[in-house]
């Protein structure tokens, strides 16, 4: 989905949206563990289950054997994560200050896009029920592009405007890695209570930000270096 209107933004800035928008890490622990019984078709114990649990979705199903890399798994996982999606419910909040953030950037001449692993579908419907989808130029979800930290979502989201007016939020470290690979600077999204600042660091963010009004500064003094 794309909503450019081919006007001359001030910057362009690519949001994650688990962990990073919203905070969804029980339903994603949920959704996670029924994933892996629609997968195997039996139970998986508590302690398997928290043994091999991995932000990086990629690392979480290697750590179960589970190769995603193959197109007939990728899309198997896919379909298993919609109805497990679906199944635990989508009502899911805000962080703090996210909604004023957003509005800001609106007024301030930003363009704003989602990046996410989430399938379309479910994407789509949280952003429709918190009432935020249309704040968003563009939307590149899971089952559209290569996983992340492929940057062929940020290719397709944003690959024709100019990378230094370009920046990627995100709390994970594919989202890092992601927006390094593309050529953006990154800010690590630390308001997120399961983020890992070591890890962040380590995958090459530009700025640890421990609140998201907080991204409004860092946006608004890169560009006023640039020019």
């Not at 419910?89 to 001449?109: M, N």
């Not at 968003?136 to 979502?153: L, M, R």
């Not at 405007?161 to 989202?175: A, I, L, M, N, Y």
């Not at 890890?199 to 500064?217: H, I, N």
Request: aromatic letters at 10%; proline letters at 4%.
């Amino acid at each position: 989905m794309d909503k450019t209107t081919g006007s001359l933004k001030k910057g362009y800035i690519v949001f994650d949206l688990d962990g990073t928008l919203v905070f969804s890490h029980k339903q994603i622990l949920l959704a996670s563990k029924i994933v892996l019984e629609k997968w195997f078709g039996h139970e998986v114990s508590e302690k398997d289950f928290q043994d091999g649990f991995h932000k990086n979705p990629v690392k979480f199903y290697k750590n179960f054997d589970i190769d995603v890399s193959l197109p007939k798994n990728r899309k198997k996982i896919e379909a298993c994560w919609e109805e497990a999606s679906l199944e635990v419910g989508l009502d899911v909040p805000l962080f703090p200050d996210i909604s004023d953030l957003l509005r800001k950037l609106k007024e301030e001449g930003f363009a704003i896009y989602i990046w996410t692993a989430r399938d379309k579908l479910c994407a789509h419907k949280i952003l429709k029920n918190l009432e935020i989808f249309d704040f968003f130029e563009g939307i590149s979800c899971g089952d559209e592009t290569a996983h992340k930290p492929s940057p062929e979502g940020l290719e397709a989201l944003v690959g024709c405007h100019p990378k230094e007016k370009t920046f990627v939020v995100g709390d994970s470290e594919t989202d890092i890695q992601g927006a390094k690979a593309f050529g953006s600077r990154a800010l690590a999204a630390l308001w997120c209570p399961n983020a890992e600042e070591t890890v962040l660091k380590s995958a090459g963010a530009d700025f640890l930000v421990a609140k998201p009004l907080e991204c409004l500064d860092i946006f608004r003094q890169s560009l006023a270096r640039e020019s």
